[in-house]
């Protein structure tokens, strides 16, 4: 039972920009009309950078919706965080986009005028769309905190909504959502004990009666005492009713009296309706039973209902999955794909068992009639077959089915399984796309039509495709590590170009540049050549080149020779190159194997478009980081700030140039882990460059461009689908002028900004660094200038609290020095104050050094030791890692160091040289090593008394703080 809860009044507000976005759009759609949507004019795509262009794949969990059904064909379905309204007369479609999270429910009002959808997330967003315009006219933010949204209802006037919680103890809301509110009108708290309700509806004649069901108990509600209550529908006296048979261990949560009503359903229980006339709840069960509840207008009479008020009836042998009453009829179908009509005496009127469907999702029927259906009687007077209806099925297959002549067509058949693979022409606008059920596709972006599909035989869980340059040939990768070579246009094979020779799947694919080798990565971290002959493709070798897990596989050409390179990259940290043109006989030949980074990890790779004198590899890590690498030399060239949008980037692609770029402009196309962007070249760090949509939600598992670099497509591998995403460059510069000129988009990145405290701390050092160039006790005029010699630049990275090691500061150094030498072949030695604050944003950590990241560190070297199970360190252990792993420290950078951390200064006695004694600044007081570090640390030892840093549960070690001492 709960409390009345009602709307708060709008409070007026100043007319404003957004009032006048919103009064735009309720008079579109005030003024709207069913063919509305798919005439009007469409907003303008290149006003985003990345503007979703069509969805290819359904979410088959969820039901589809028939909005029109005469003069056009327009129905509803959802595909990951999207829903779409597909136009099947024009092949057009109109998408939902407003989630960043998978849609998990969604449903129609009875006129087929308003939508409404849902996720499930820890801020749960509900939208309510207008089904003419395709326009969001409200939105529920955080309804349901603690998990999202399972189901979702409209009343049968659409003034209400009520939406069924996923939380742990799942809420039930009832929304006023046409008085703009924000707060539920009704709520109620559900008990565990009724099992884990999966949907909730109204009753389409009565506002206040709701029910909801799990698949072990149907709740009955109702708000007609001014306050939302339920009650579970419960049978009594079933001792002679017959039984069916039922494993009741599947249901332990299940009390014996729940159990003995599942024995009398026979099996657990599919989502109930009401009847359409009488006061009656319709339970169907997956036993093909369904139950037939006659309830009181009295709330508690209903929850002990005696055995002569509930009929059980047997319709179908297989389990029944939907059940919808239409007019006069009720409607069922079954597991077997199997539709039929009773009326409401349970007798069968028509079927629908030819269609060769799995097992039914929805079945939703059209609000129109067929022409001449009733002109010899109305709806009150016999069962009504004469509406059309669409059908869904578990496995992505959406059928219109016309009553009338007894036919039906196949509208969607979509993706319906995990999909990594994905691929676009060289040459022409198709893509190819490969799922988990060994289903391959070509689809036409252009015309949206499917070109070819075939269905591979003997292999399943397609991993990856790629196309060669001259789009002739189809390479797949499969889980089982087989590698087939396809006519890229008909799909065909020859059973002499499928390969098994590696054991674990294929991770990575890759022909070079001529189109005479393909190479592929396995998980088991192994490459693996083939090549062309005159006639047909032969195996080369294989061979496993690194010891952690292959990140990407890249083919390049060698600039003197024009003859193809090969590179490898792994999570060991280590680029290899390989010898192509010697390669045969089952050998690999490797020629270099360089180690990149020291603590990043990197995800991916690809060359650098051609915008200096030298040739660049460019990687992206998993610290944010781009790094440019000579091709040659191997040498790091220079470091720059990536996208930073809540995970790494993991797959990068230089997008072909267009009629859209201009002045030979380039850019680069990138993934993360559920977002796809953009990023204009050349890199610099300049954060507005870049931008980022969020496309995929459970991950993106891979993504392709076209040969034009005006479409790109992505893989969302869990979610079925595929998605095309057109590129509009102009909004993409838009952005990027708007952020600002020269420094001032990198003066954002710095705490408090160009005025703040930390610029104007950076400004006195570099001025200090000019002094102490000079000689701090001179006496001579000082010189001014702009600039700094390079040797002050580790010092002053050091005071600005970043802390490279010894790697990063020769990268650093050498990124300033050599700069210019390709152009001018000499070398830079300083650098001045604009130069240095891109260098320092650009190489500090992206986000600092977190205090979870400092005690994983700590876990890793220490033991765990003591009651509490926490990790401890010895301190001789301590001092051995510091001097002889990793970039080893010297003794006497060792003592300088403690001293400065512990606010000392170093002493030698003479009579012992051998033994380091320290002396506070404050004292006179003379300590060794020993007696300042305790034998065993502990981690609050080493942040607080070492580090002189704050508990590691309560804080973070920020790059742009300075680390005080105790």
């Known amino acids: 039972m709960s409390e009345v809860r009602f709307p708060e009044t709008p409070s007026k507000s100043h007319l404003s920009s957004i009032d006048k976005l919103r009064r735009s759009r309720e008079s579109r759609v005030s003024s709207a009309s069913k063919e509305t949507l798919f005439t009007q004019e469409l907003p303008n795509s290149t ?62 009002s009875e006129d087929r005028r308003w939508i409404a959808t849902a996720d499930q997330n820890e801020k749960s967003t509900v939208i309510l769309w207008d089904s003419y315009t395709g326009i969001p006219v409200h939105t529920l933010f955080d309804c349901h905190s603690e998990g999202g949204v399972i189901a979702i209802g409209f009343s049968g006037d659409a003034k209400q909504l009520v939406t069924l919680g996923r939380e742990s103890q799942q809420n039930v809301f009832i929304w006023d959502w046409t008085n703009e509110a924000t707060e539920p009108l009704w709520l109620a708290e559900l008990s565990p004990e009724y099992g884990y309700q999966n949907h909730i509806i109204f009753n389409p004649k009565n506002s206040t009666q709701l029910l909801s069901s799990s698949e072990i108990q149907v709740l009955f509600y109702s708000t007609a005492q001014r306050c939302l209550e339920y009650v579970p529908l419960k049978v009594i006296k079933m001792g002679d009713v017959t039984t069916l048979e039922l ?51 009295d709330l508690e009479a209903n929850q002990r209902l005696s055995r002569d008020r509930v009929k059980i ?28 009509f009773y009326d409401e005496n349970m007798l069968l009127l028509t079927w629908f068992t030819q269609m060769h469907l799995d097992p039914i999702v929805s079945i939703s029927f059209s609000k129109e009639f067929e022409r001449g259906f009733l002109e010899d009687g109305t709806i009150d007077d016999k069962p009504a077959l004469g509406r059309n209806f669409v059908v869904s099925s578990a496995t992505s297959t959406v059928i ?168 490898t990259l792994g999570m060991d940290r280590l680029l290899v190159e390989y010898d192509v043109e010697a390669s045969d006989n089952g050998v690999l030949v490797i020629l270099h194997s360089n180690r990149l980074e020291q603590s990043a990890v990197p995800k991916c790779m690809t060359w650098y478009p051609p915008l200096s ?251 765990v030791n003591g009651q509490k199970g926490e990790p401890r360190l010895h301190r001789d252990q301590l001092l051995e890692l510091l001097q002889f792993q990793g970039e080893a420290m010297t003794e006497d950078e060792l003592a300088e160091c403690f001293s400065a951390l512990l606010g000392l200064f170093e002493v030698k006695e003479e009579e012992s040289p051998e033994v380091d004694f320290f002396k506070s600044e404050n004292a006179s007081q003379e300590y060794t090593l020993e007696s300042l570090i305790p034998e065993e640390i502990s981690m609050e030892i080493f942040t607080r008394q070492i580090l002189g840093l704050p508990s590691t549960a309560s804080s973070s070690l920020s790059a742009s703080s300075s680390l005080s001492s105790p």
């Open 400 to 567: 219109h089915v016309t009553v009338e002549r007894g036919t039906w067509r196949v509208l969607l058949q979509e993706n319906c399984d995990t999909i990594h693979a994905v691929a676009c022409h060289p040459k022409r606008p198709a893509f190819v796309m490969g799922n988990q059920r060994g289903i391959l596709k070509i689809w036409d972006y252009q015309q949206k039509r499917t070109i070819r599909k075939i269905v591979v035989e003997k292999e399943k869980e397609i991993q990856c495709v790629t196309i060669d340059p001259q789009g002739r040939y189809l390479a797949v990768g499969f889980a089982s590590g087989a590698v087939h070579f396809l006519d890229a246009d008909t799909l065909q094979s020859d059973p002499k170009e499928r390969f098994d020779y590696p054991p674990d799947s294929i991770s990575h694919m890759s022909f070079s540049h001529d189109s005479q080798y393909l190479a592929t990565a396995d998980v088991g971290k192994a490459v693996t050549l083939f090549r062309m002959q005159p006639t047909h493709w032969i195996y080369l070798a294989r061979y496993r080149s690194h010891y952690k897990p292959i990140t990407d596989l890249l083919f390049g050409v060698h600039q003197d020779s024009g003859k193809p390179r090969l590179l």
């Open 613 to 863: 004198a030298e040739e660049f590899l460019v990687v992206a890590s998993d610290q944010y980081k781009m790094k440019l690498f000579n091709s040659t030399s191997k040498k790091c060239r220079k470091t720059l700030l990536g996208p930073t949008y809540g995970s790494p980037v993991k797959k990068i692609g230089i997008l072909p140039t267009s009629e859209q770029t201009q002045n030979g402009a380039y850019y680069m196309a990138y993934i993360t882990e559920d977002k796809l962007g953009l990023q204009i070249l050349p890199l610099d760090g300049n954060p507005y460059k870049s931008q980022a949509v969020v496309c995929h939600p459970t991950a993106v598992s891979a993504f392709a461009y076209s040969h034009d670099g005006l479409f790109v497509f992505t893989a969302g591998g869990s979610d079925c689908t595929v998605l095309s995403w057109k590129i509009s460059y102009g909004a993409l510069e838009g952005a990027a002028a708007l952020g600002g000129k020269e420094l001032t988009p990198y003066y954002t990145l710095l705490e408090g900004g160009r005025n703040g405290k930390f610029y104007r701390e950076i400004e006195d050092f570099f001025y200090y660094c000019q002094i102490h160039n000079q000689g701090l006790d001179s006496m001579d005029t000082r010189q001014l200038s702009t600039k700094i010699p390079l040797t002050e630049l580790p010092s002053l990275m050091r005071a600005l609290a970043y802390f490279p090691t010894e790697q990063e500061v020769e990268d650093m150094l050498n990124e300033v020095k050599l700069g210019q030498y390709a152009e001018t072949g000499e070398y830079v030695t300083d650098i001045n104050l604009e130069e240095l604050i891109k260098l320092y944003i650009n190489h500090r950590p992206a986000f600092g050094i977190s205090a979870d990241e400092l005690a994983r560190t700590f876990e890793v070297l220490g033991k």
């Open 47 to 108: 006003m985003h950078a990345l503007s979703l262009d069509w969805v290819s794949g359904v979410n088959s969990s969820l039901p589809v919706y028939v909005l029109q059904d005469h003069s056009q064909l327009v129905f509803l379905y959802a595909g990951a965080n999207v829903g779409i309204l597909y136009n099947h007369t024009t092949n057009s479609q109109h998408i939902l986009q407003g989630h960043i999270c998978p849609i998990s429910c969604m449903c129609v």
């Open 313 to 340: 009836i047997s319709l179908h042998g297989h389990a029944i999955t939907v059940l919808v009453t239409v007019d006069n009829c009720i409607v069922t179908g079954d597991t077997r794909g199997h539709i039929n």
């Open 247 to 297: 494993n009741t261990s599947l249901f332990p949560q299940s009390t014996p009296e729940f159990c003995e009503m599942l024995k009398m359903a026979g099996g657990p229980l599919s989502p109930s309706v009401f009847h359409w006339r009488e006061f009656r709840i319709i339970t169907p069960t997956r036993a093909g039973v369904v139950m037939i509840w006659e309830l009181n207008q």
